[in-house]
């Protein structure tokens, strides 16, 4: 069983996570998903087709997003968020930001030391 590593206590997601998350706000199959990931950080972060398919899989069963589409007309199968998938990216963006936002101070009240 592939399991996501996401800490359910704290609410934070993992960055693979979070990141397939958003590649499919709008339907996107496999391939697309790790196109718009690789794209969207510039290259920092690249998935490989296992650590995609099992990221789906996890996100499947999770019911954050769902299958999209008919697949017997021959496209790929793709994907799209749900509204509960919404809601834990909406959360994770809040998260972020607090973190930012505490990050920010610190690093700012040390640079004017």
Do not use: C
Request: charged fraction near 25%.
């Amino acid at each position: 069983m592939i399991s996501i590593r996401d800490n359910i206590k704290g609410g934070a997601l993992t960055e693979t996570t979070f990141l397939v998350l958003l590649a499919v706000y709008q339907p996107n199959h496999g391939y697309g998903i790790m196109r718009f990931i690789e794209t969207a950080t510039k290259g920092r972060v690249t998935l490989g087709a296992g650590t995609l398919y099992g990221a789906i899989n996890a996100l499947v069963k999770k019911q954050w997003i769902a299958p999209f589409g008919d697949e017997a007309d021959g496209k790929k199968k793709e994907y799209i968020i749900t509204g509960a998938g919404k809601q834990k990216a909406a959360e994770e963006l809040g998260r972020m930001e607090e973190v930012l936002q505490l990050a920010s101070t610190i690093i700012r009240e040390d640079e004017d030391q």
